[in-house]
């Protein structure tokens, strides 16, 4: 029927929390991609990891009259009026990766569970270190709370065995360049550790870096968080340990249909979908590819 | 017309022409962008820079920069979230002290202006840049706000708290109103009261000012807690209309004010400018983020776009202005 | 050699030349008069080159000349003296002079022992005794004019135009100039020589050409020109030179100064000022001469509170001991401050006139924190009429006023504090006879009216038409106390020249 | 000794006082801080800030500022990597340009001097107020290098590039070379050179130096394409150590950058200050990262602490100067 017809006059908006991380990037754009080729307007918008920012994209979108929202959250809390805002509206919400605290604000939310992901990649940390040893942490953002759910589901698990150390937690914004710096000179005041858990794949890279010019390549172990492609490669390579990948074209993609059920009147949406995060290491990485699982 | 009025004048309204061109074009090219809602929500959103924005007008006049405003309103809505949720408490012996709206909120804006007195202080007693100062106590604030929040955002303020970033008064968002009572109270300090003249007088000739027995530092101290108390003021919108104070609210936020106040043709080697320039470079600035996205321009353009307009806007100012 | 023909300059609001015509003979020393506001500077900014769009011609040796930028003019070889000193204060007076015209090797690097040595030579000829790497903010203004003088001087020009090279250097230093200006004079070159102070041109001047309002009045030879028939034309009207009448009051001192001393800035070990003691009584005009750098400003600064941390001594108002830790509390006792530099001290450049003017009283035209505008303008309008200042209307901005006009907005400034007694700084540095007779009346007045005045002053004469006393300091002491009766030139002279020469 | 010696002299080692202080505190509070290898990651470490800073020193002392090197960074270093990466391929006459490394360093430098020629431009012509050009520029390069990387990192670039980062020269390592020649040389421009008089000249009194015949906008757009090619010289480093060019490489390095300007003695008014004192600026500021992270100090203090040992070290400065 004349359904493309009427998709054209939908406009779908992709409001993701920042497109400084290519992870996001990949999110956003994945989401973006299949919304337009399920045939329509879309666009993407970047909230620099600032809800208020947030909150002005929800306003602009509404009023510019986007149908519905693939919605990437800067914080779990400060979302939830933007996502009400929108609900209001008449407009229904489809969260991707990180959650809003309300139980019905959003249609549906199609989360990765960081928490959880952590909690195995931290079960992986503890095997691999053989229950003891010293080893340090690189946060990402402090002030962002992802920052601290990943921690803690880690720390859930290792704090548990008092033969791990933590000699050093450091913050490195997500970015590979600090977190290099910061590495080196945690490896000088600690020469001794034998691994490094680090928020995002960006800082594992950066650590690993680190450890070549500090000549420790090997003998430390980094784990990461995320499965970028460089990071996969590394993993295949020996470089670098593990990591927890996590599956944003699998929820961009899901999102994107959803929203298209959305407008051919589906309305009894699953509150959550929780797409878990998988431990990646040298044993498995061959089924795996950036961001996702061969097939 | 004399020449001064007619240069106040010209500073005044130069950015008016940007700014009507701006809108000519969007609303050619954007039917959703002359709509009332529209309006309410450009104007909803650029509140915020607008308080930050005058203050920064004041501190920027006596040839002085505020840049710690985003930390400042992050840890002072911190702040105003913290004690209307937990107020205080002394474990040791367990005294307890709750916060009403009101309370909560005062003691937010204290602390604003209390930060920005201590920036005024360090540049008058020990000479130190402005530039820097604020540039330390714009870390200085941001890792108070973590060691306050512990990095975790402070949500559901209540439905009163919320009513100031989201409530309507008169068929006006409250914000709006905020920020014009802010602007209008400037406008009347800055043109209608000695502070003002001392203002314009240190930021032309600093010298001739001490010599004409202007206690300089007095003023500069006033100036600065007040750019802090607006930044404090914007933290409360943002921190209401979120219903949630974030760590890392109003990063980079003095960037947007200082173009507020330069697109507005005030000088940043001081003693030239005025309010009413700062406010139409705030709504420039707003508007342009509203057009960009109407006009569905991608993220990444929209970066540059954004740039090549605030470039433009300052240049027709230049153009038009007879002085230099 | 140098022809302008029918120059127009506008600038928003005043026409500053109306189709001026003037022609400069080289081996002369041309002089140009006119009041405050003639349009003399503008004039000379065009022909050198500064203000590139006007109406008219400029000939130079027959050819016309359109210079876009002062270094065409350099190069076509005119050579200015600013009347406004354009130095940049913490380059050394080597790198001020060669600024644009560095001597460099064939690796494109700076030559510096050179243009040490050059400089060296040029300061010698000039007579200034500091060293040529002396950074130019730790030079007092008439030294720093010297500076200026160098720069003038260093590459071989045709036309040399000087505006106000004078203004700030004491008797002996002019003898310099002159000097100098004989032996320019004898390589035949072309000099424009501006100055206020008309014995200066019967000196030096050979011919003399009239500016008023913007317009040429007349030019001719020096030879047989009368001092009253110069002004006459530069007035445009007779002047009534001013006699003073005695009316200082024998009873106890306004202001008593005992035993202040001053540190040096920058050594504590030097002193500035000696252990200096005076009195101002009321009613009475005080001058105090020196040479240049005698210790003048500090000794007035000081007493104005600029100095508290590096002085010392007592000072007392009416009987009353005070210690100022600033102006503003200086001021309130009833004291204030004409500065030595307008630009740096008296003005706030980019604000109008009745903002200047109002500055200091700001707190007595407020009502509940509310500015009384009115009063305001008032204030400002008053002044204006009383100071004659040239002005468009009280909303001009003063940096488009002309020097002796600015200079009269700074006195407005400070006689609106209603003070008791009043210090001015080379009060007339840069002001044509008309005003300077304007402001001597005036101060006259304010001494008749009760105000105790304090007059520093380079120009002997000056100091002799208005004081009633007359201090004398040299390096930082008070060398000599004289009533107007007993003053003489000379006498002074010899009580000012340092014993260390 | 002459006054002006005595003042620059003062102005070049008033920091020492503050970082040596530092050091003292720091190595007893850490046996690993004096470590040879701990003092070559220091190094190493701010080689970058160190490039971009003097850049930042020329032009402040012209009395402007630059706050576009941080993106200029990230653009010239993805610009650099792509065209190792990929060269250029012009698909419609299916043409390709394969690059050396040289080749391509020499168009990432020309990219970043371009860039800041452009800075310059507008600055002069257009009259626009540095601070304001130089923030538009940081927007718009910051979405170029978006646009061009589409937002991914541009990874594993080959040895020979990763040399610049990470190789060592005569036990040096290749980076320390690099930020010690950019020294020297800016010294030398500075203290050796007409154009070094003309800078200082412009920042410390725009109008004489203009009544002397001086080409300011010349020496102006030299000034912002130096600062604009040593920006891109720090790219090179940054993206050569992490073998991967980061679409959000040097997000606010201008901030360390003018941190380093400052604390260094050289006065944001322009006119005065040195490269040494900078050198000393951004040392201290290395350090301070580098120990806060020996210490182990939690990352919320961390950001209160090293704002206010910058407040402190430009207070010692002052505190010794006698100037102002
Ligand atoms: N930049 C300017 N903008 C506007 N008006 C100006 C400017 N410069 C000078 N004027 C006006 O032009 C007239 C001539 O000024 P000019 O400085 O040439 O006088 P002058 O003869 O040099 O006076 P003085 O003897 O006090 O130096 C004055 O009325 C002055 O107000
Ligand atoms: N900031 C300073 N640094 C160095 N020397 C100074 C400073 N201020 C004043 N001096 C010196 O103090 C002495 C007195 O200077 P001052 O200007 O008071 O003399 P003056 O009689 O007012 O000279 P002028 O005729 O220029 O006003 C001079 O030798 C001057 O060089
Ligand atoms: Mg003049
Ligand atoms: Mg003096």
Redesign the interface.
Known sequence: RNQSANNQSKKIAVIVSTLNNPWFVFLAQTAAAKAHSLGYETRIFDSQNNTALETDHFENAIASGYKAILLNPTDANGSVVNVNRAKAAGIPVFCMDREVNSANAATSQILSDSYSGSVDVGKYFVQAMHKKGKYAELLGLVSDNNTWNRSKGFHSVVDYYPGLKMVAQQGAEFDENKAMEVMESILQAHPDIEAVFCGNDAMALGAYQALISAGKAGKVKVFGFDGAADVVQSIKDGKIAATGMQFPQVMAQTAAIYADEYFKGKRDFPRKIPVSVELVTQKNVTNYIAFGKKN | MSSNKYRAYLIKFQPLIALIVLCVVLSILSDKFLTADNGWNVMRQISVNICIAVGMTLVVLTSGIDLSVGSVLALCGAITAGLLKNGIEIPSNNLFIGFTVLGAIVMGLLVGSIIGAANGYTITRFKVPPFVATLAMLTIARGLTMLYTKGFPISVLGDNFAQIGTGWFIGIPVPVWISVIVVLAAVAVTSKTPLGRYIYAIGGNENAARLSGININRVKIIVYSMAGALAAVGGMIVTSRLDSAQPNAGISYELDAIAAVVIGGTSLSGGRGSIWGTVLGAVIIGVLNNGLVLLNVSPFWQQVVKGLVILLAVIIDKANSKND | MLVAQNITKKF??VTALDNVCLELYAGKVNAILGENGAGKSTLMKILSG?YPDYEGKVLLNGKQVNFS???EA?HAGIAII?QEL???????IT??VF????I?NSW???NKQAMHNKTRELLNRLKLSV?A???V??LKVGQQQVVEIA?ALLTDCDVIIMDEPTSAISESEVDVLFEIIEDLRRENKAIVYISHKLDELFKIADRYIVLRDGCTIESGDMKGMTHDALIHKMVGRELNVIQKGDNRSADAPLLSVQHINLQH??NSKRLLLKDLSFNLFKGEVLGIFGLMGAGRTELLETI?G?NHQSANGELQVEQKAVNFK???E???AGIT?V?EDRK?????????VK?NI???T??T??SF???N?AKEERLAKKYIEVLKIKT??T???VK?LSGGNQQKVVLA?CLA?GPKVLMLDEPTRGIDINAKNEIYKLIRELAADGLGVIVVSSELPEILAISDRILVMAEGNLTAEFTAAEATEDKILKAAIPNSI
């Not at chain 3, 354009?86 to 050394?92: A, E, K, R, Y």
Request: aromatic content about 2%; hydrophobic content about 35%; glycine content about 10%.
């Open positions: 928003s609001g500064v930028n002062p270094r350099q600013h354009n130095l940049v204060s913490h380059l050394s790198e001020n600024l644009g015209r560095e460099v494109g690097m700076l060293g790497d002396t950074l903010v730790d720069k800035p920058e104005f600029l600033s102006p503003a200086a001021m309130k401050l500065p740096k001290h008296g003005l706030i450049l980019g604000l109008d903002t109002g500055l200091t700001l707190e035209m407020q924190g509310w500015l505008e468009p209307s909303t001009q901005t488009n400034k504090t």
